[in-house]
């Protein structure tokens, strides 16, 4: 069965802080790994990775994907308190359509 | 676009009784997808669809659970009888083509009390 395991499951930090939040997948056949951030109600897309070693980057929000470790990151560097929020990290298999999420990573960012 | 409209927002309903979601996909997408988000068990998906066709309904939890998708601006998820176990926010998601992102629509919070 596939699988997706994030970690930590949530993390309090400073305003300025850095922050990398982990990715690890089992899935057959896989095809790709999305990111998503969910703020009050629906998740909303951050990035897709399908090849291992590219960084993705928007603004201070950057993720990478390594499919020897079957695993990606999201870094967010000089953290705002608008990035409080629950990033789910979800991985696309060429069996089928959809994604299976991991539970999440909840991000708490204080002034 | 008016992005994944879902309705209603918010259900509260008594245990044994019929619940119906709603939802609207974003026109011209192909796939549309149920999702249950809780705390315990985070977003699972419940079932997808692909040009209104069913192709996965293996994450339906039971027989109590039935979705539909009669035309490609619409879908139905129905919990019949409901139970408290079943107080979830339900999201629909929709996408344009395979290997494309997702969007979801802003959830429904059902309460089965």
Known sequence: EDKVVQSPLSLVVHEGDTVTLNCSYEVTNFRSLLWYKQEKKAPTFLFMLTSSGIEKKSGRLSSILDKKELSSILNITATQTGDSAIYLCGSASNSGYALNFGKGTSLLVTP | ?113
């Open chain 2, 1 to 113: 676009d008016a992005g994944v409209i879902q309705s209603p927002r918010h259900e509260v309903t008594e245990m044994g009784q019929e619940v119906t979601l709603r939802c609207k996909p974003i026109s011209g997408h192909n796939s549309l997808f149920w999702y249950r988000q809780t705390m315990m068990r985070g977003l699972e998906l419940l079932i997808y669809f692909n040009n209104n066709v069913p192709i996965d309904d293996s994450g339906m939890p039971e027989d109590r659970f039935s979705a539909k998708m009669p035309n490609a601006s619409f879908s139905t998820l129905k919990i019949q009888p409901s139970e408290p176990r079943d107080s979830a926010v339900y999201f629909c998601a929709s996408q344009r083509r395979w290997n494309t992102e997702a969007f979801f629509g802003q959830g429904t919070r059902l309460t089965v009390v």
